[in-house]
């Protein structure tokens, strides 16, 4: 029924997590960095299920589920924190962000 | 299927880079989930429905709800990427990106355009072996070992070992075959590839190897379930079935029952006894001109034979009965529960030469796995192996609950900053400052200064 191997899966993960890593290094919005990192944990996730189908074990599907509990705990946190820096300061540019230098 | 493939990832790709270079961070985010969609729909592709609709309800729905919440809730739709100081950071990222891409991506490619795929899960096959053999004859047989072997439980120490061979490629030897002990509890099938083998099976009794005493090919169809049957056949010699088992769920409210007979010189009747279930036989008189009341489920199965039954859900008090209307083997009160997919073997018990033989229903419940990736599938995973990861997980949600809410009250910033300008005044406040508050009187202004000081003021007073 499935005549594609995990080749392909693997190179779009690929893709995908380096789109999201260009988005960390690249945007300045700190929401939309957020979004980046939620776009590398799907490849990655992407690429734990593909690994999975071709293993027959169900064990990667279940890393997934756990990637995607943390990313959900991460997501309501990082976006807590956000909203309070955005009252603070106006901004949520993470240029601006760097009282913790030095 | 290649075309569905290339089309959504395309997709993905393309959703992935709209969402890096707009401006409007809420169409970032609509292009976010555009994109999540996609790996849904890979998830599907991937034979992961169950993770497929947690990615949808989970990432599309909440996490990107959350998103356009905050973004909506902050105005911070245009915020734009300014200073355009740390630009070259972007420069070198995107160079450092493709670098890895090229590094990667080009070794996997050419691996997928030149070697030959390996059967995908959907082209296999499950295979047991289930060793209905009496363990008292057993012992006769001479040894082999090939592949696995097991020990029979009890007094006896005969295998039954089984390997299996690729019959297209002769030398290669396929380890982790399945196998069965007739006499305890089920390991369940094995998985292997489809296609077509050639199954030796052999007696070991633990101490030297001999040849196979027995050779059967064996075609392995894809999504097909097999049991290999070794038992003693009428004539009294070794003997494989095949049987394809149905692994397919049962009517709903039903169990599936199968039986096989291994019993060699009788022809068993399954059959529903109602209250009677302490009798040696179906008879009502020693003359047998009447049976007592009973319900036949499956009748007169000969040697080696097999049938199944569905049942309803309920308690049964069973019955095996061989052609004599003698009871072999009673199932007091059997519990028959939805969903379940039993094989029962008859097999006589060894025993002492003389006196009455006895029998025993052997039980193979094991029903293959559950579909790979079904939520039956990963919730047994999940809640068995892996307990205590999903208690952490869930302390961990119960934290960042508690986080959030104290992130967000409403005015925990402004209060945190007034206690922090408060300490500092009452550090940095002078000691008459404090007096005057206490005493209500203004001790800074001049008369009351020139009291506490003892200046030149205070000789003009007198």
Redesign the interface.
């Known amino acids: ?5 995990v ?6 993960s ?3 997590f ?6 960390v ?5 700190a ?2 960095v ?3 990192v ?2 590398m944990l ?1 490849s990655a ?2 690429a734990l ?2 690994f ?3 293993w ?1 074990q ?2 990667g ?2 890393f ?3 990637v ?10 990082g ?6 820096i ?3 300061r106006q ?3 993470i ?1 601006d962000l760097q009282q913790m230098q030095g | ?2 075309w569905l ?1 290339l089309t959504v ?1 395309f997709v ?2 393309l959703a ?2 709209m ?2 270079t707009r401006q409007n ?1 809420v169409h ?2 609509l292009f ?1 989930i555009v ?2 969609g996609c ?1 849904a729909f ?2 599907l ?4 429905p ?2 497929a609709m ?2 949808v309800t ?2 599309t729905g ?2 990107m709800v ?2 356009l919440f ?2 909506m ?2 105005g ?1 739709e245009t ?1 734009t ?3 355009g ?2 630009r070259w ?2 420069l ?3 160079g450092v ?2 670098l ?2 090229l590094i ?2 080009f070794p ?2 050419s ?2 355009l030149a070697e030959e ?2 059967a ?3 082209a ?1 096959a499950q295979l047991r072996v289930i060793n209905a053999i009496p363990a008292g004859d057993a012992e006769e047989f001479t040894v082999m070992e090939m592949g696995f072997a097991m020990p029979l439980a009890g007094s006896v120490s005969a295998n039954v070992a089984l390997d299996a061979v690729d019959a297209t490629m002769p030398d290669s030897r396929i380890d982790g075959v399945a196998y069965n002990d007739a006499r305890e509890a089920i390991r369940g099938y094995t ?1 292997l590839d489809a296609g077509e083998y050639t199954v030796i099976v052999g007696v070991d009794d633990g101490s030297y190897v001999s040849g196979p005493i027995f050779t059967k090919d064996l075609v392995l169809s894809p999504d097909s379930a097999v049991s290999l049957v070794v038992y003693e056949n009428e004539q009294g010699l070794v003997d494989v079935t095949v049987l394809t088992d149905d692994i397919s769920a049962p009517a709903v409210g039903k169990m599936r029952l199968t039986l096989f007979n291994a019993v060699t010189d009788r022809q068993v009747s399954l059959v529903d006894v109602g209250q009677y279930t302490a009798r040696r036989s179906l008879c009502d008189d020693s003359s047998c001109n009447s049976l007592i009341p009973h319900r036949k489920l499956i009748e007169q199965l000969p040697a080696g034979g097999r049938a199944s039954l569905e049942l309803e859900e309920g308690s049964y008090n069973l019955a095996f009965v061989d052609q004599n209307q003698n009871v072999l083997r009673t199932l007091a009160e059997y519990q028959a529960d939805r969903g379940r997919i039993e094989t029962r073997v008859l097999v006589r018990e060894p025993g002492v030469p003389g006196s009455q033989a006895s029998y025993r229903a052997a039980v193979f419940s094991a029903i293959g796995v559950p579909a ?2 079904s939520p039956e ?2 919730g ?3 809640f068995i ?2 307990l205590l ?1 999903v208690m952490l ?1 869930g302390m ?2 119960l ?3 508690i ?2 809410i104290v ?2 009250r409403p005015d ?2 402004a209060q945190a900053e007034r206690r922090r300008i408060n300490r500092r005044r009452r550090v940095n406040r002078p000691l008459v400052s404090v007096i005057s508050q206490q005493t209500g009187a203004d001790v800074l202004s001049g008369d009351y200064r020139a009291k506490l000081t003892g200046g030149p003021d205070n000789g003009a007073d007198q």
Request: hydrophobic content about 65%; proline content about 3%.
């Open positions: 029924m499935n005549p594609i191997g080749e392909p899966y693997i190179v779009l690929m893709v995908l380096l789109l999201g890593a260009l988005g290094l690249m945007r300045r919005n929401i939309l957020f979004m980046s939620e776009l799907n996730n992407l299920v593909a999975a189908r071709e027959g169900v064990n599907h279940v997934v589920f756990f995607m509990t943390v990313a959900a705990a991460e997501v309501a946190v976006l807590a924190l956000i909203v309070n955005f009252r603070e901004s949520i540019n240029d | 299927m290649e493939f990832s993905a790709v992935a880079a969402m890096l961070a970032s985010a976010l994109n999540f790996v890979l998830y592709m991937l034979d992961a169950f993770l947690v990615q989970v990432y909440a996490i959350l998103f905050v973004i809730l902050l911070a915020t990427d300014s200073s100081r740390m950071l972007g070198a990222g995107s990106a493709i890895l891409l990667f991506a996997i490619a691996d997928m795929k390996p995908p899960l959907d296999r998985a790979f990736g599938s990963v047994q995973v999940l192996e892996y990861p997980v961990l949600l934290v960042a609950l986080g959030v992130l967000a925990a910033l």
